[in-house]
């Protein structure tokens, strides 16, 4: 079974084959826009990406955190092709700056919501939770169409691997034949 598949049924219960996996998929997408108060769909599509960063700042000063441009981690986000890192420690959300326009929409919420996720929610629950949060719907809508979400679940799949090797160990997942 294929890594993208093996996650997406270790986190929905569901296979990417599986027919009611699209229907599931856009109602966890509500439920994740609306549990973390991000912005209404038609907002998020006529608003600037600077009107988004301010809204974004405010909401992370709210809980103690500030945005701030990565130039000290660009070669990191170069390197590992992320737009953003959080660091909780600090309580710092650094952003790349080469990530404009939608790119950057999507990357301003997807780091919002691993702020508000806190830190005990697992790595596959924040990422799925992140990427499925901020994808675009109509674009969200078209891969369900056309059966490509393992391209989602591939990117995610990507990311929470490099998690666990960085942290010496092997996704659970990886782990299920």
Sequence with gaps: MYPSNRLCEYITGLRLDD???GERIMEDRNIIRERYGLWPEEKLKNESPAELEKWVEGRLKKVGYRLRPGLERQKYFDENDVMAVTNIE???VYQSLRKDGDSKKIMLEHELIHVLQGENTPIEGREYEAYIGTVNKSILEEM???GSLNILFMIMARNIRNYYKEAGEVAPWDKIE
Excluded: T
């Design 144 to 146: 369900i169409r056309e």
């Design 90 to 92: 600090n309580k710092v």
């Design 19 to 21: 027919s009611r996996l």
